[in-house]
């Protein structure tokens, strides 16, 4: 059996390049996303759940990718350890919190809003603060709700997201939203 580094040297190193702020998705070829696609799915129903918590634990590449398939498969067992990582204001979370959209229901939208409230402490936000507030206006479609949209118009929020991240918190929100869209169709068509 492989250990955790080695299935990361086989596969998990050059998946991260594409999905590292959804870069697949900015493919203009349709050809290379299927193919993106296909070595995705492939990936994520071979690689463990223990190596998934393992790389959860890792630093933020690993955790990016493992995020990412947990996004996938949404497999019930890594739901607290998510919410749990999220909570505990670790590094780099951002995908984490489509884990979360995925999972779906209000008590997920509950930890990326209590997660954003405890980020406005902090004293600079970044990308991942975007990509919550994004993954919570999704949410806001599947569980009836306006909370993720009350955030992205708050003045506070905006200010903060715009100040610290790479892009607009406009254009996070509409990327996170085609990211989920995105795994909803693979998930559909693929699994």
Known sequence: MKTANQLWLEYGRDLYPHLMRANFLRTTSIDERDRFTAKFVEVALTIPQDTL?????????????????????????????????????ADHVGCLCLAMARYGGKSSAKVIEQYLLQQMEQPKWELEQAWAVGALCWLDKKIKSTEGHRLAQDPQIRERVNEGAIESLESTVSLVNLALQYLDEVERDHL
């Open 53 to 89: 918590l393992n790389w959860l634990n890792a630093a933020w590449r690993e955790r990016t990718v493992a995020s990412w398939i947990i996004s996938l498969l949404r497999p019930p067992s890594l739901q607290e350890h998510v919410s749990t990582i999220i909570l505990n204001g």
